[in-house]
């Protein structure tokens, strides 16, 4: 079956836009994670979604960062006024309700000039 | 300070040579998962361990789960230059909400041929 996807594959933009990034997990996962990847590092965990219980925003950067996921499936991932300190790599990953392993998707790549 | 330490960083050795990649925390982790990630792409999960002093084998990589749930290791045998990428390691804490994954730093091996 199809994997995790997300778009776009690479983003650039202007320092002070707003930008969205998009993820669709795998079909029946009921969790779904947004993590953040800068230069070939390890991953920093943003937020955590699981069924309809409230996400985790506890790796959320700042409050210029905000994620929605609607109908338990699509992912937005939105960031206002953008820095370049976020440019990074943004990796979204979903897994099965009770399952450990996270199945990752391509990620998009943001660049912020 | 990481709350997952690899080591090394970075790794060049010679095809069929082998090697051993260290992931190392005070913490204890319910579970422990490596992952590998090539240029463009999203992390690959390779294995999972959930038991302490588990040993599980995956054709040339063998992976350990220290007896205490606090490291780990990736040791590769006769490398080729396939296992070239950036490994990853990462960890469920004890009581972490849903399935969230701390990840270590990141190794990168280059496998010359």
């Known amino acids: 079956g199809a994997g995790v996807s997300q778009s776009p594959s690479n983003k650039v933009t202007e320092k002070g836009k707003d930008v969205e990034l998009r993820c669709d997990p795998i079909?029946?996962?009921?969790?779904l994670y947004w993590y953040r990847q800068s230069l070939g590092q390890g991953l920093e965990f943003l937020i955590y979604?699981?069924?309809?219980?409230?996400?985790?925003k506890s790796g959320l950067p700042s409050d210029r960062f905000s994620a929605e996921r609607t109908g338990g499936s699509v992912s937005t991932l939105t960031i206002q006024r953008t820095q370049q300190e976020d440019s990074a790599v943004y990796l979204c990953?979903?897994?099965?309700?009770?399952?450990?392993?996270?199945?990752f998707g391509p990620g998009t790549r943001l660049t912020v000039t | 300070t990481q709350l997952l330490e690899q080591s090394p960083q970075f790794l060049s050795i010679q095809e069929g040579e082998n090697l051993t990649v260290y992931c190392n925390s005070s913490?204890?982790?319910?579970?422990l998962q490596w992952y590998r990630q090539e240029p463009g792409e999203g992390p690959v999960l390779l294995v999972t361990?959930?038991?302490?002093?588990e040993v599980k084998k995956l054709k040339r990589l063998t992976f350990q789960f220290g007896d205490a749930r606090k490291d780990s290791s990736l040791h590769i045998t006769a490398a080729q230059p396939g296992d070239t990428g950036l490994y990853l390691c990462?960890?469920?804490?004890?009581?972490?909400?849903?399935?969230?994954?701390?990840f270590g730093g990141g190794t990168r091996v280059l496998v010359k041929p």
């Open positions: 990953a979903s897994s099965a309700a009770r399952g450990y392993e996270q199945y």
């Open positions: 079909s029946g996962h009921t969790a």
């Open positions: 979604f699981q069924g309809n219980s409230a996400p985790d």
């Open positions: 913490s204890v982790f319910s579970s």
């Open positions: 361990v959930v038991t302490g002093g």
């Open positions: 990462a960890g469920t804490r004890i009581k972490a909400a849903g399935n969230k994954l701390t």
